[in-house]
């Protein structure tokens, strides 16, 4: 870990390169470089892995759902090894809202829930895998990708101050995921009112786009 001479400095590099990081649209860039098109007028119009799937092409969604996941443990995992740990959580908060609210598309991003593993498990590792198994036991139970999101995230703060080994900033790392799980919560308004009504596509489903 290197020292900084003005904590400042360190906090407003953790923040804003965490969230410039976090706000690159890997689904929009990686849809039209595969020839896919604009990943936003197809399905749901979501710029996630989910509905990059919804091109029909599992390589590009797969290599979404890596770059989502990967631009949130990168930034959690370089500003941790630079500054410490407080600092991690800060640019892993920080590159999840980027995700949710990217500059670059004019504040309208994913859903975040790509982005919320890789920054839970670059930060708290027991608890993001646990997470993510959570994730794959729903969606395999009930076929739908947001309940199995939201699952995830609601188990989230929990996971982390159940399993979390301690040290400094235990407590930082559960508000993060309580921070990520809200805002999930947030993004999937839609999805909810679905899952109320029984009207959820499953994965692999075609979506109308939204109105």
Same mark, same amino acid.
């Given at each position: 870990?290197?020292?900084?001479?003005?904590?400042?400095?360190?906090?407003?590099?953790?923040?804003?390169?965490?969230?410039?990081?976090?706000?690159?649209?890997?689904?929009?860039?990686?849809?039209?470089?595969?020839?896919?098109?604009?990943?936003?007028?197809?399905?749901?119009?979501?710029?996630?892995?989910?509905?990059?799937?919804?091109?029909?092409?599992?390589?590009?969604?797969?290599?979404?759902?890596?770059?989502?996941?990967?631009?949130?443990?990168?930034? #959690?995992?370089?500003? %941790?090894?630079?500054?410490?740990?407080?600092?991690?959580? *800060? +640019? @892993?908060?920080? !590159?999840? $809202?980027?995700?949710?609210?990217?500059?670059?598309?004019?504040?309208?991003?994913?859903?975040?829930?790509?982005?919320?593993?890789?920054?839970?498990?670059?930060?708290?590792?027991?608890?993001?895998?646990?997470?993510?198994?959570?994730?794959?036991?729903?969606?395999?139970?009930?076929?739908?990708?947001?309940?199995?999101?939201?699952?995830?995230?609601?188990?989230?703060?929990?996971?982390?101050? #159940?399993?979390?080994? %301690?040290?400094?900033?235990?407590?930082?790392?559960?508000? *993060? +995921? @309580?921070?990520? !799980?809200? $805002?999930?919560?947030?993004?999937?308004?839609?999805?909810?009112?679905?899952?109320?009504?029984?009207?959820?596509?499953?994965?692999?489903?075609?979506?109308?786009?939204?109105?």
């Amino acid at each position: 870990m290197l020292t900084m001479p003005d904590p400042m400095i360190a906090l407003a590099a953790s923040i804003g390169g965490g969230y410039l990081l976090g706000s690159i649209p890997f689904g929009v860039i990686v849809t039209r470089l595969g020839g896919a098109g604009d990943v936003r007028q197809i399905g749901s119009g979501n710029i996630g892995a989910t509905n990059v799937l919804r091109t029909g092409r599992r390589d590009l969604a797969a290599i979404t759902l890596i770059a989502d996941g990967g631009k949130g443990a990168i930034a #959690a995992l370089v500003a %941790g090894w630079l500054f410490g740990p407080v600092a991690a959580v *800060l +640019a @892993a908060g920080a !590159a999840f $809202l980027g995700h949710v609210f990217p500059v670059w598309l004019k504040f309208k991003g994913g859903r975040g829930v790509a982005t919320f593993f890789g920054t839970l498990i670059a930060v708290s590792p027991v608890a993001g895998l646990m997470s993510g198994a959570t994730w794959i036991a729903v969606a395999f139970l009930f076929r739908i990708s947001s309940l199995a999101g939201l699952v995830a995230a609601a188990v989230s703060p929990l996971l982390v101050f #159940a399993v979390d080994q %301690g040290g400094e900033g235990k407590i930082d790392r559960v508000y *993060l +995921a @309580a921070f990520m !799980a809200v $805002l999930i919560y947030y993004r999937h308004a839609g999805n909810i009112r679905r899952l109320l009504k029984g009207e959820e596509p499953r994965i692999g489903q075609s979506k109308a786009p939204s109105a």
